[in-house]
């Protein structure tokens, strides 16, 4: 069978004639009922324009595992300026790849045109530095395109025309024999793209499949190679990895294969040395808590998750600076300042996000140190609900926060009169009553 040779990543100047295997419509289980109408309407446009034209990727993936895709993309001969010319609806991205995005409303379906290698033609538009794709804009056909994807369950093509499959990779039998594998040779695939080896993570983490051994062996040796991805790609990927509702089984592989410490240095740092049940109990109730989330539909939000995965750091930090003379406020403002720019160096993290991880963290010890009359203004602050959210993973994780978790919950939950008497039950609840008191009664005067 084809798969077996997988000329990806030799040298492939030279076209190797490789025949693909066509599942014809009766032998697979793709319906264009389960394609949206959208991805279906820029199919038909293109094929009627006389351009070929199919779905690649996750949406064929997922569709040949019975699964709702995420989205579609199509990819066709057409250049992606005669895409433009096919939709008014359609804008050119990209840098490294042009890319069309067809919008209708929220959906958007990108529209790529079949590339070839980057070897293929060097002295195209499609560029290596050192190892790295930096530009790939050499066009081609089907049988250039699919070499350069990067797992075979990736790079199955549906074609709009006859409503066959195309696998020139063995990808159809990967994806029964739930397997993952790197078309070509993997240690040169993940040089060439590093990002290859947290996508091999998330695909076997969401689909449930095994990583085979020839594409999961390089990996324990080349997390390294992570440290030259650019930042802002960087975190595309880490909130893909954790915010895609399986974050704790992630996490655990990252930590499998030497990934999460090119990820979050500080944490590895800390989970290397771990003391007591910490830090690692906080980290697993805060993923399965973000998975709980996701599960049930509700918003999960990076501040949050980075909050969570920086917690253990802020706080080996913050008691560095508190046994420094620093006090208890200055301590976690400082280190706040110092873990977010340690990870900021390692991946893009956007200030509107950094801010509400520190407050997440600020409010901690505006919660644990909770006197007077202060609750009533913190419950108007607009990250008390994630803060407080925050402390009851801080509680289940045996922080010995449960007390304040505890009064908090009681707290958000009373009616005036109840939070009334619940104040009093602070440090300096009764005291700052008479004091409110003494200050009426000279205004009263
Ligand atoms: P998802 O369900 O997360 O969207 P996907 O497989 O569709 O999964 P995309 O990131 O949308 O992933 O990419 C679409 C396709 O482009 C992939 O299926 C793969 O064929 C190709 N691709 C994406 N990223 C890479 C990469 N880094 N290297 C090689 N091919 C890639
Ligand atoms: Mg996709």
Redesign the pocket.
Known sequence: MQSEKQPASQSNVTKLAIEPRIFPRAEHIISRANISDNALKVLYRLKNAGYKAYV????V??LLLGRE???F?VVTDARPEQVRELFRNCRLIGRRFLLAHVRFGREIVEVSTFRAPHEAEPNGDGRVVGGRIVRDNVYGGLDDDVW???FTV??LYYNIADFTVVDYVGGVADIKAGQLRLIGDPARRYAE?P??ML?AIRFAVQLGFTIHPDTSAPIYELGYLLTEIPPSRLSDEVM?LFLNGFALQTFEQLRHYSLFGHLFPQTEGCLSEEEGRFPHMFLVHALKNTDARVAENKSVTPAFLFASLLWDPLRRLASEYRANGLNEFESIQLASDTVISRQVRRMAIPRIVTKITREIWALQLRFERSSGMRPLRLIRHPCLRAAYDFLLLRAEAGEGVGAPAKWWTAFLEADEAERGALLEELPGGRRERSRRRRRKVITDQ
Do not use: E, S, T
């Open positions: 690649v990727g996750g949406g993936r997922d895709p995420k989205d993309d350069r994807r990067d990736n790079a793209d990002v290859r996508r893909k």
